[in-house]
């Protein structure tokens, strides 16, 4: 059964120049999409990727223990972007500028909902958000 997943992952300093989405590739039969990378500046370089990994469940699995005994640390994307609920006033401006549509509007409650499976990271809901709602905990 294939599968689809949005993750998060962390390089040290060590993997940063190496291919290791490569090796997912060719190793795992796994497909990417790129949604977020940096590597942060000098002495603590690392590297940050936000991707949505496909593939068959076996070598989805495999592929993930491949990148955890490489040292790569891994988190769901739904961990990092969130929404706090105290702060949200439901205004709506994060369901305009949000390319994949990860707010919703309920047409009854008139509530804004966030949907994190649609989050592709671009925090641009972040900077959108008057009552700054919107968190990323990278």
Same mark, same amino acid.
């Given at each position: ?35 977020? +990378?940096? /590597? @942060?500046?000098? =002495? ?7 991707? #949505? ?39 709506? +401006?994060? /369901? @305009?500028?949000? =390319? ?7 047409? #009854? ?30």
């Amino acid at each position: 059964m294939a599968i689809s997943k949005r993750i998060v992952l962390h390089f040290p300093r060590r993997l940063v120049e190496q291919p290791v989405i490569y090796r997912l590739v060719k190793d795992y039969n796994l497909e990417f999409n790129i949604l977020k +990378a940096s /590597i @942060t500046a000098e =002495p603590e370089e690392e590297g940050l990727m936000v991707l #949505e990994l496909k593939g068959e469940q076996e070598e989805y699995d495999n592929g993930i223990n491949f990148l955890l005994k490489t040292g790569v640390k891994i988190q769901s994307l739904s961990q990092d972007f969130t929404r706090n609920e105290e702060r949200c006033t439901h205004c709506g +401006a994060c /369901i @305009t500028i949000c =390319p994949p549509g990860a707010f919703e509007l309920d047409p #009854e409650t008139r509530q804004v909902k966030f949907v994190d499976e649609k989050c592709v990271a671009c925090g641009l809901c972040i900077k959108a958000c008057p009552p700054r709602a919107m968190e990323v905990h990278f």
